[in-house]
T-cell receptor, first 114, second 110 residues
Framework: GAGVSQSPRYKVAKRGQDVALRCDPISGHVSLFWYQQALGQGPEFLTYFQNEAQLDKSGLPSDRFFAERPEGSVSTLKIQRTQQEDSAVYLCASSLFGAQETQYFGPGTRLLVL | GQNIDQPTEMTATEGAIVQINCTYQTSGFNGLFWYQQHAGEAPTFLSYNVLDGLEEKGRFSSFLSRSKGYSYLLLKELQMKDSASYLC???????????FGSGTRLLVRP
């Protein structure tokens, strides 16, 4: 596609529910990133994939967060047993290769946990 | 650790020039990105500086001083549509990671 797409755009979950957020990167992009953005803050790194390999998951805030990219294209970020502090915008970005390359962002999924 | 400092908010008048500063301290450094983010939208790429000096791209210019850990984004001939947050993001040495500042919210007034 023309750009990075994410779905759903908005998600409301009750505390304790599991959610799955999807990212479709730009076709052919090797690298894929997930960020979490709180209101009024810059994006914070969560995890990084190079093709299907998750090379860095150091930013995932807890073991309730899990990400995968099984075929090296579409990625899913899963949050289990959601908590109110998980409320944020989750941004996905892709780049052609990786280091020092421009990252192209999707519109994000706005998650609200009640 | 990583530390990025930029002003929280700035206000400027349509047609004017504004400079948004960013200072950073990172463990390793290899270039700095500036992104623009309108409210509720994705960050979009503006510029990337890897060498010291000024890079000009239309109404937007970006400057980098590696020795001082300092960058600025210069916006000329401001338009109302330039009202947005501007994110400074140093790239870590030989790494894919970007560390974003909190962003500077720019309001352009008529």
């Amino acid at each position: 596609g023309a750009g990075v797409s994410q779905s759903p755009r908005y998600k409301v979950a009750k505390r304790g529910q599991d959610v799955a957020l999807r990212c479709d990167p730009i076709s052919g992009h090797v690298s894929l990133f997930w960020y979490q953005q709180a209101l009024g803050q810059g994006p914070e790194f969560l995890t990084y994939f190079q093709n299907e390999a998750q090379l860095d998951k150091s930013g995932l805030p807890s073991d309730r967060f899990f990400a995968e990219r099984p075929e090296g294209s579409v990625s899913t970020l899963k949050i289990q047993r959601t908590q109110q502090e998980d409320s944020a915008v989750y941004l996905c970005a892709s780049s052609l290769f990786g280091a020092q390359e421009t990252q192209y962002f999707g519109p994000g999924t706005r998650l609200l946990v009640l | 650790g990583q530390n990025i400092d930029q002003p929280t908010e700035m206000t400027a008048t349509e047609g004017a020039i504004v400079q948004i500063n960013c200072t950073y301290q990172t463990s390793g450094f290899n270039g700095l990105f500036w992104y623009q983010q309108h409210a509720g939208e994705a960050p979009t790429f503006l510029s990337y500086n890897v060498l010291d000096g000024l890079e000009e791209k239309g109404r937007f210019s970006s400057f980098l001083s590696r020795s001082k850990g300092y960058s600025y984004l210069l916006l000329k001939e401001l338009q109302m549509k330039d009202s947005a947050s501007y994110l400074c993001a140093p790239g870590l040495d030989s790494s894919y990671k970007l560390i974003f500042g909190s962003g500077t919210r720019l309001l352009v007034r008529p």
